[in-house]
């Protein structure tokens, strides 16, 4: 029973966020809003982590499994891909040199900001 009610809370953030997004023409995905939905209801404390911790866990276990889908996806678009590989492959290289150095200054901002609270104590 435990596991229906943390499924089913996932699943409602889910279609809630799907149905925002598109009731409301929004340029978020609805399974990205989904995801906000559930971050906040366990934030605020409306969901407990508890409640969720083992359907969550479960997911991630069989993740890879998930990208089957996609990569089938991928297969048949081939053609599309070796078309625009140059574009492709600059925007993937420019992308990940931008996650990097965001999630390095981040950190960095976030050692100093922890170090400093430190030594103002």
């Known amino acids: 029973m435990e596991t229906i009610r943390g499924f089913s809370i996932i699943i409602f953030c889910l279609f809630s966020g799907d149905l925002l997004s598109k ?11 989904g995801m906000i939905l559930l971050f906040l209801s ?43 590989v140059v574009p492709l492959l600059f925007s993937i290289v420019i992308s990940t040199y931008a996650v990097l150095l965001t999630t390095g200054f981040t950190v960095q901002f976030l050692i100093r900001d922890k170090g400093g609270a430190k030594e103002n104590d």
């Open 23 to 33: 009731s409301l023409n929004l340029l978020i995905p609805g399974n990205v809003l």
């Open 42 to 84: 366990l934030y605020f404390k409306i969901v407990k982590l508890r409640d969720i911790e083992n359907v969550a866990n479960g997911l991630i276990k069989i993740l890879s499994f998930l990208f089957v889908p996609v990569a089938v996806g991928i297969v048949l678009y081939l053609d599309i891909i070796y078309k625009n």
